[in-house]
């Protein structure tokens, strides 16, 4: 009992001294991402959409036939001055903890989950910034509720409704370029959130934080499996601005298609090749890219074999394994294959985002 309770101290201590080592660069990091949070909160922010009804705080309110409202003069300078300050910082947080990571591993790399909660927390009271793709994604899962196929038409097909107003833009007659287990639960969240926009919205957001959590989770085991340092790992793919910003801040699917794919492709290295690849099937029946895992998985299972057949083997299994679970997936939601007709519908839209 004297051993455990010392072995305990001395774990504690070894946890409160890696905390106090990342204390002030956490609190740098904070400050960045609460900076960005208010610049999206403010009304008329350019970095979120300022629709009536878009989010519980910072936009007007709903009214059928009201447009955007944009910030001018002080406001805007405000607005952007605030977002970018605190990108700045958050990426000069993330640059520090990596940097010295590096070059000292720390034994118990836990403090950097505690870290990452830490910054994620300001970005998810704010509304999805920089992006209004997940209110398409909530027009979608009305239309799939009402058993309207998203592969077909587009969320203006709704008609005058507070799904449709503030799915507007480039994607408002854009059928959906996502697989069947997206638009299944695109469906079922907007039934359990009995219609509610904003509700509806939320829980999508959910989503893309349990998508993070998959890959805060696996990860670490992933990277070890090739012999890497798992806190390193975690600093670089984790704490990432660009999975903060734009994974748990807009609200993104890829950041679901991302957690079941390092989670398919780290279950495989464990030995359990066939689940890995039903996992990696998940991510593609989410967004088609996700599906890239299950090859990796075939392609590296039979080691450095040089043998046609067997590898043809491989790839054949892991086929079937794949297009079973689209199978399963599009009968169970009753959304069928139709998606695979729709998979170059976001080509028919350009950005200025599309580049990066």
Same mark, same amino acid.
């Given at each position: 009992?004297?051993?455990?309770?010392?072995?305990?101290?001395?774990s504690?201590d070894?946890?409160?001294?890696?905390?106090?080592?990342y204390?002030?660069?956490a609190?740098v990091?904070?400050?960045?991402?609460?900076l960005?949070?208010v610049?999206?909160?403010?009304?008329?922010?350019?970095?979120?959409?300022?629709?009536?009804?878009?989010?519980?705080?910072g936009?007007?309110?709903?009214?059928?036939?009201?447009g955007?409202a944009?910030?001018?003069?002080?406001?805007?300078l405000?607005?952007?001055t605030?977002?970018?300050?605190?990108?700045?910082?958050l990426?000069?947080?993330?640059?520090?903890?990596?940097?010295?990571?590096?070059?000292?591993?720390e034994?118990?790399?836990?403090?950097?989950?505690?870290?990452?909660?830490?910054w994620s927390?300001?970005?998810?009271?704010?509304?999805?910034?920089?992006?209004?793709?997940?209110?398409?994604?909530?027009?979608?899962?009305?239309?799939?509720?009402?058993?309207?196929?998203p592969?077909?038409?587009?969320?203006?097909?709704?008609?005058?409704?507070p799904?449709? &107003? *503030? $799915?507007?833009?480039?994607w408002?007659?854009?059928?959906?370029p996502?697989?069947?287990l997206? +638009? !299944? =639960?695109? #469906?079922?969240?907007?039934n359990?959130?009995?219609?509610?926009?904003?509700?509806?919205?939320?829980?999508?957001?959910?989503?893309?934080?349990?998508?993070?959590?998959?890959i805060?989770?696996?990860?670490?085991s992933?990277?070890?499996?090739?012999?890497?340092?798992?806190?390193?790992?975690?600093?670089l793919?984790?704490?990432?601005?660009?999975?903060?910003?734009?994974?748990?801040?807009?609200?993104?699917?890829?950041?679901?298609?991302?957690?079941?794919?390092?989670?398919?492709?780290?279950?495989?290295?464990r030995?359990?090749?066939?689940?890995?690849?039903?996992?990696?099937?998940?991510?593609?029946?989410?967004?088609?890219?996700g599906?890239?895992?299950?090859?990796?998985i075939?392609w590296?299972?039979?080691?450095?074999?040089?043998?046609?057949?067997?590898? &043809? *083997? $491989?790839?054949?299994?892991?086929?079937?394994?794949t297009?079973g679970?689209?199978?399963?997936? +599009? !009968? =169970?939601? #009753?959304?069928?294959?139709?998606?695979?007709?729709?998979?170059?519908?976001?080509?028919?839209?350009?950005?200025?985002?599309?580049?990066?």
């Open positions: 009992m004297a051993s455990e309770i010392k072995n305990l101290n001395s504690t070894l946890y409160s001294s890696v905390l106090g080592r204390a002030r660069t609190l990091g904070f400050t960045g991402t609460t960005v949070a610049a999206a909160s403010l009304p008329g922010s350019p970095f979120a959409l300022k629709v009536p009804g878009a989010w519980f705080f936009v007007p309110r709903f009214s059928y036939g009201e955007i944009h910030a001018s003069g002080f406001a805007l405000s607005a952007l605030c977002g970018f300050a605190g990108i700045v910082l990426s000069r947080a993330w640059l520090t903890i990596s940097r010295r990571i590096a070059r000292e591993p034994p118990n790399s836990r403090c950097l989950v505690y870290i990452l909660a830490l927390t300001p970005l998810l009271i704010a509304p999805p910034m920089f992006s209004n793709d997940i209110y398409s994604y909530a027009a979608q899962g009305e239309m799939v509720s009402h058993h309207i196929s592969y077909l038409y587009g969320p203006g097909v709704l008609g005058t409704t799904f449709a &107003s *503030l $799915a507007q833009g480039v408002i007659n854009a059928p959906s996502y697989g069947p997206f +638009s !299944g =639960l695109e #469906g079922a969240i907007v359990f959130a009995g219609h509610r926009v904003l509700i509806s919205v939320v829980l999508l957001r959910v989503l893309a934080v349990v998508g993070v959590a998959l805060a989770t696996f990860l670490p992933l990277a070890r499996s090739y012999g890497k340092d798992s806190g390193v790992a975690f600093s793919a984790v704490l990432n601005p660009l999975v903060l910003l734009f994974l748990i801040g807009s609200g993104h699917n890829d950041a679901l298609m991302i957690g079941l794919l390092v989670a398919g492709l780290s279950i495989a290295r030995g359990h090749f066939s689940w890995g690849i039903v996992v990696c099937a998940l991510a593609g029946a989410i967004k088609v890219p599906a890239i895992g299950a090859f990796a075939t590296t299972s039979v080691g450095t074999s040089r043998s046609v057949w067997r590898r &043809s *083997l $491989a790839v054949a299994k892991a086929a079937v394994i297009m679970t689209f199978e399963i997936l +599009s !009968g =169970l939601f #009753g959304v069928g294959w139709g998606w695979t007709r729709s998979l170059s519908a976001s080509d028919t839209v350009t950005t200025w985002i599309t580049p990066a």
